[in-house]
T-cell receptor, first 110, second 112 residues
């Protein structure tokens, strides 16, 4: 079973608030990813990292930012949440084989 | 052109039948190929990986890879209603080896 943890599982927040979605993995994987997925829709890569202090934007333009100060931790921050940010956010990590996903954070911005 | 193409379905098969799911990819340099299963409201779960041409079997699942045709498939034998889910094809190891490219998924319905 994959050891990748996301918190919170569900979050309802008001417009304009700053939020940080947490993602941690205990497998020592170098590569970590953030995906955004709306219900019934495809995965969109928004950020990825291939090691400490390395982060790259993904294929989907996003107003979020990420950091990778420690191997195990890859948080995603939205400085000012908007209703258009309402979605499911999935974190994943990979040690060279397939990617393992966390349980996701379902974000609703009201 | 998308990196990974899948038929969105839905693909409907009766219980006990073989379900065949297909995927094509555009980066000829890709080296690693994966199938994920995603139940509604859940995260994707890795079910098969394949790295060389040919077939790889794991229980009721068989992954098939043809690099010359840039084609990956997943066969599910003796399909069960619990197999009803969206199946995602993913590819990595190409020109951007740090990234996984996911298809949009094929929805499978197994009818009792």
């Amino acid at each position: 079973e994959a050891d990748i943890y996301q918190t919170p599982r569900y979050l309802v927040i008001g417009t304009g608030k700053k939020i940080t979605l947490e993602c941690s993995q205990t497998m020592g994987h170098d590569k970590m990813y953030w995906y955004q997925q709306d219900p019934g829709m495809e995965l969109h890569l928004i950020h990825y990292s291939y090691g400490v202090n390395s982060t790259e934007k993904g294929d989907l333009s996003s107003e979020s930012t990420v950091s990778r100060i420690r191997t195990e931790h890859f948080p995603l921050t939205l400085e000012s949440a908007r209703p258009s940010h309402t979605s499911q956010y999935l974190c994943a990590s990979s040690g060279g084989q397939g990617a393992a996903f966390g349980s996701g954070t379902r974000l609703t911005v009201v | 052109q998308k990196e990974v193409e899948q038929n969105s379905g839905p693909l409907s098969v009766p219980e006990g039948a073989i379900a065949s799911l297909n995927c094509t990819y555009s980066d000829r340099g890709s080296q690693s190929f994966f199938w994920y299963r995603q139940y509604s409201g859940k995260s994707p779960e890795l079910i098969m990986s394949i790295y060389s041409n040919g077939d790889k079997e794991d229980g009721r699942f068989t992954a098939q890879l043809n690099k010359a045709s840039q084609y990956v498939s997943l066969l599910i034998r003796d399909s069960q209603p619990s197999d009803s889910a969206t199946y995602l094809c993913a590819v990595s190891g190409g020109y951007n080896f740090n990234k996984f490219y996911f298809g949009s998924g094929t929805k499978l319905n197994v009818k009792p």
